[in-house]
């Protein structure tokens, strides 16, 4: 019980620092979101064996990765200039209102590279009332060398939970067709 809600309590306190923005730091942000989007080519990605769709449940929340694709964006800085984009889709099986975000969720590369979040786009976070579904986009820093992902579900560690055994949800995202 405890465990649920430090995990609850952290997803809401993310949630409300992502809704803390004034008004004109959503018009700056929307201006450059509007940018970012005219710099990108979506495509989607092919994937041989995959997890997608595939729903997991954990403390009465059910997850759905249902698509997986590579973004190209040359607004970015690095040497991949690629995005890795994630949708899940988070239903509340619950009787109580939930929160979920971006945070707990983690994209690995062959060989368990973790990747980084793309913070610019990540807006994941929200709560839920029972019943309810949400669906969010989750980015990465796309990996040039990799050829399978793997998405994590992980909230132990958004919560820095010490001792004990972390329980997580992970899905095969499959391969990359280039």
Do not use: H
């Not at 092919?46 to 990765?65: F, G, Q, V, Y």
């Not at 998405?151 to 939970?161: G, K, M, Q, R, W």
């Amino acid at each position: 019980m405890m465990k649920k809600m430090m995990v609850t309590l952290t997803i809401l306190a993310t949630t409300l620092g992502l809704a803390g923005c004034g008004s004109a730091e959503e018009k700056a942000g929307q201006d450059k979101a509007d940018n970012k989007t005219s710099n990108q080519v979506q495509k989607k990605v092919e994937t041989k064996k995959s997890d997608l769709n595939k729903e997991k449940i954990m403390d009465s929340i059910a997850i759905t990765p249902q698509s997986f694709q590579a973004i190209q964006d040359d607004s970015i800085n690095t040497d991949t200039e690629q995005l890795v984009k994630v949708t899940v889709s988070v239903k509340n099986n619950s009787k109580q209102e939930t929160g979920i975000s971006s945070a707990p969720f983690f994209l690995k590369s062959k060989g368990k590279k973790e990747l980084q979040f793309y913070g610019e786009m990540n807006e994941f976070g929200t709560t839920i009332a029972p019943g309810k579904t949400v669906k969010g986009d989750i980015y990465y820093i796309a990996d040039k060398k990799a050829t399978t992902y793997e998405l994590i579900y992980n909230p132990s560690a958004v919560t820095n939970e010490k001792g004990g055994k972390q329980r997580k949800l992970t899905w095969d995202l499959g391969v990359l067709s280039k």
